[in-house]
């Protein structure tokens, strides 16, 4: 089974700080993904890569930064955070092509900024 | 831009009644797909539905793909409490040679004894 691990499963923190968000994938995926989930707004795509060093902009990724050293790990950055990035962050990745290679989802992050 | 629609967004249905969740989706994609989402919990993976008039099943769920119509449905039989979940369709969007997902805003399923 892939398994996805969030570092933490719950976060709080100041305005102002910089917070990373870590997530780890066991099966060599190629494709890595960072969501937000929020009421009423579904899951939006703020960052994705597809190999190592590699990244590009999701739908929503004003705010946030993303590493990836590593094939196995995919960092979100908020560069300062601010109460409006108080979100639930899901981390996911697939395989490529990704026909036929549904996403698999981490636990989250719940990340309260005050 | 692709968007995605999902209705209804709220469903509260009785144990062994059936119902329908219907995902339209604006701009053309062959593969779609559905996951369930637990309260507290991530999201996981029901179906993936890769050409026009797919069909899949797993228990109680039944999942089909029209592409001409752009609608993608998940399809409850006889529904039981255990199914009480968000369910969220996605829908894949080429770009840049990348693939990625463009999630529906998920529907609440609710399944009263």
């Known amino acids: 089974d892939v398994k996805v691990t969030q570092s933490s499963r719950y976060l709080v923190k100041r305005t102002g700080e910089k917070v990373f968000l870590e997530c780890v994938q066991d099966?060599?995926?190629?494709?890595m993904f960072w969501y937000r989930q929020d009421p009423g707004l579904g899951l939006r795509l703020i960052y994705f890569?597809?190999?190592?060093?590699?990244?590009e902009k999701g739908d929503i990724p004003e705010g946030y930064s993303v590493s990836r050293e590593k094939k196995e790990r995919f960092s979100l950055i908020l560069e300062s955070a601010s109460t409006n990035q108080t979100s639930m962050y899901l981390c996911?990745?697939?395989?490529?092509?990704?026909?036929?290679?549904?996403?698999?989802f981490g636990n989250g992050t719940r990340l309260t900024v005050t | 831009e692709l968007k995605v629609e999902q209705n209804p967004l709220f469903l509260s249905m009785q144990e062994g009644k059936n119902y329908t969740i219907y995902c339209n989706y604006s701009?053309?994609?062959?593969?779609l797909y559905w996951y369930r989402q637990d309260p507290g919990k991530s999201l996981e993976s029901l179906f993936v539905l890769l050409s026009n008039g797919a069909v899949k099943q797993e228990g109680r769920l039944m999942a089909s793909l029209d592409t001409k119509a752009r609608l993608n449905t998940l399809h409850i039989t006889a529904a039981v409490h255990d199914l009480s979940a968000t369910y969220f369709c996605?829908?894949?969007?080429?770009?840049?040679?990348?693939?990625?997902?463009?999630f529906g805003k998920g529907t609440k399923l609710t399944v009263n004894p």
């Open positions: 099966m060599d995926h190629e494709n």
């Open positions: 996605a829908v894949e969007r080429a770009w840049g040679g990348s693939e990625k997902l463009v």
């Open positions: 890569s597809y190999d190592v060093k590699m990244k």
């Open positions: 701009t053309t994609s062959d593969r």
């Open positions: 996911a990745s697939s395989l490529w092509p990704s026909a036929m290679a549904p996403l698999h």
